[in-house]
């Protein structure tokens, strides 16, 4: 798929950067060139021979190094690739992108491109979670940059949580997927899927029967489209889907925040079944059972997550479609919501008992519009998915 494509890969320092010669073995087995370039501390980690070996190309690693300058300045260099990729990212290389800075090769080349540019950070858990570095991913993610990963998992440092390097086939996909040709290429699209957990205790939580399914095959079909894809999901049975940037959280609240975070986006998809309701004070101990006593739980009501986007100015997408799981009187119900929501269409199904449609696989959806309410008949979801995304990719003008 990478035939005849030449990716300019940026390998910065850190200990993820040994990763990056798996992925320049697998790119070129694509077909791909690949025109390798180290900042300085990625030379701590991996030398210029061994990349250089892989790719079969020189390395690029100094700004002033005037014979490179007269065979092929950093100019050019910057824009003779169909793809910037950085792999790994550091906290330091993204301030650098996301406030222009150009002291170096690595950050001069970001600077002088008008190539497509994608990266794949790496860091600490805390430097990844630390308001700078998320207000510099906004930054990078308006400027037009797709972001692959992080990972949560164990760290070198023994810490855990997000901030590891995705793994080398997610980037490959990705990268794939960003040249490849399709009709919703370019455009950033938002998918909630799953339930979500709202903590009564530290043990006991209220949910709802979601297995994620649908909302992992839109996700699919969306990004087989050619779409970029954020894919927020609370805590769902199904397999996360490959390819597209997974976040994972719990609750209501915790979703809210990941949705907002993400704009702007082309299109949204509100396919999780989020929480009406959450405990209003968990507890942060376990709630002892006590003979003859019943704990008295207060409730509050979450966020409208679907409501507020629809709502909003700018930021809002041109598509928001929301999901609407219905018992009884399915359109009726649905039409209203979507009347009430401000989304631009509602996807309804019966999830009564007798139907199998929730944990199942096949699902039976009327899509309701302006035009009415349009009955689609029952198949897999993964069949429901590649119809809604056609007809996203045909609104979206793709």
């Given at each position: 798929?990478l035939?005849?494509k030449?990716?300019?890969?940026i390998i910065?320092?850190?200990?993820?950067?040994?990763?990056?010669?798996?992925?320049i073995r697998?790119l070129?087995e694509?077909?791909?060139?690949?025109t390798?370039?180290?900042?300085?501390?990625a030379?701590e980690?991996v030398?210029p021979l061994s990349?250089?070996?892989?790719?079969?190309?020189?390395?690029y690693?100094?700004?002033?190094?005037?014979?490179d300058?007269?065979?092929m300045g950093h100019i050019q260099?910057?824009?003779v690739?169909d793809?910037?990729?950085?792999a790994?990212?550091t906290?330091?290389?993204m301030a650098?992108?996301a406030?222009g800075?150009?002291?170096?090769?690595?950050?001069?080349l970001l600077?002088a491109t008008?190539t497509?540019v994608?990266?794949a950070?790496?860091?600490?858990v805390r430097?990844?979670?630390?308001?700078a570095?998320?207000r510099?991913l906004?930054?990078l993610?308006?400027d037009?940059?797709?972001v692959?990963?992080?990972?949560a998992?164990d760290?070198?440092?023994?810490e855990y949580?997000?901030?590891r390097l995705v793994?080398?086939?997610?980037?490959v996909a990705?990268?794939?997927?960003?040249?490849a040709?399709?009709?919703l290429?370019?455009r950033?699209?938002?998918v909630t899927?799953g339930?979500?957990?709202?903590p009564?205790?530290p043990?006991?939580?209220i949910?709802?029967?979601?297995?994620?399914?649908?909302g992992?095959?839109?996700a699919?079909?969306l990004r087989?489209?050619?779409?970029?894809?954020v894919?927020?999901?609370?805590?769902?049975?199904k397999a996360?889907?490959t390819g597209v940037?997974?976040?994972?959280v719990e609750?209501a609240?915790?979703m809210r925040?990941?949705?907002l975070?993400a704009l702007p986006?082309a299109?949204?998809?509100?396919?999780?079944a989020v929480?009406d309701?959450?405990?209003?004070?968990a507890s942060s101990?376990?709630?002892?059972?006590?003979?003859?006593?019943?704990p008295?739980l207060?409730?509050?009501?979450n966020p409208?997550i679907?409501?507020?986007v629809?709502?909003?100015?700018?930021?809002?997408?041109g598509?928001?479609?929301g999901?609407?799981?219905?018992?009884d009187?399915?359109?009726?119900?649905?039409?209203?919501k979507?009347q009430?929501?401000g989304?631009?269409?509602?996807v309804a199904?019966?999830v009564s008992p007798?139907?199998?449609?929730?944990?199942g696989?096949?699902?039976?959806?009327?899509?309701?519009s302006d035009?009415?309410?349009?009955?689609?008949?029952?198949?897999?979801k993964?069949a429901?998915a590649?119809?809604?995304?056609a007809?996203?990719a045909?609104a979206?003008?793709a």
């Amino acid at each position: 798929m990478l035939s005849g494509k030449r990716i300019l890969l940026i390998i910065s320092g850190g200990i993820a950067a040994y990763k990056a010669l798996e992925l320049i073995r697998r790119l070129r087995e694509r077909g791909s060139a690949v025109t390798p370039v180290l900042t300085p501390s990625a030379r701590e980690f991996v030398t210029p021979l061994s990349v250089s070996a892989l790719a079969g190309e020189k390395v690029y690693t100094d700004l002033f190094d005037l014979t490179d300058e007269a065979e092929m300045g950093h100019i050019q260099l910057s824009r003779v690739a169909d793809l910037v990729l950085v792999a790994p990212a550091t906290a330091d290389l993204m301030a650098k992108m996301a406030h222009g800075f150009a002291g170096d090769l690595a950050s001069t080349l970001l600077l002088a491109t008008d190539t497509p540019v994608m990266i794949a950070p790496a860091m600490n858990v805390r430097m990844w979670e630390h308001p700078a570095t998320q207000r510099n991913l906004a930054t990078l993610r308006g400027d037009g940059v797709t972001v692959v990963g992080p990972d949560a998992g164990d760290m070198a440092c023994g810490e855990y949580g997000p901030g590891r390097l995705v793994e080398v086939p997610q980037i490959v996909a990705a990268v794939e997927r960003a040249l490849a040709d399709g009709p919703l290429k370019g455009r950033r699209v938002l998918v909630t899927s799953g339930p979500t957990h709202e903590p009564i205790d530290p043990v006991r939580y209220i949910a709802n029967r979601s297995s994620g399914a649908q909302g992992t095959a839109i996700a699919e079909a969306l990004r087989d489209l050619g779409a970029e894809v954020v894919f927020v999901t609370g805590p769902a049975e199904k397999a996360r889907p490959t390819g597209v940037e997974v976040i994972e959280v719990e609750s209501a609240l915790e979703m809210r925040a990941a949705v907002l975070g993400a704009l702007p986006v082309a299109a949204a998809v509100f396919a999780a079944a989020v929480a009406d309701w959450r405990v209003a004070q968990a507890s942060s101990s376990k709630i002892k059972k006590q003979a003859g006593r019943l704990p008295v739980l207060e409730f509050s009501e979450n966020p409208d997550i679907l409501a507020e986007v629809s709502g909003l100015g700018e930021e809002r997408p041109g598509l928001v479609v929301g999901f609407a799981a219905e018992t009884d009187d399915v359109v009726a119900h649905a039409t209203a919501k979507r009347q009430r929501k401000g989304c631009d269409w509602i996807v309804a199904n019966d999830v009564s008992p007798a139907t199998g449609i929730m944990g199942g696989s096949e699902n039976a959806v009327v899509l309701i519009s302006d035009a009415g309410a349009e009955a689609w008949p029952r198949m897999g979801k993964r069949a429901v998915a590649e119809r809604l995304a056609a007809r996203i990719a045909e609104a979206l003008g793709a």
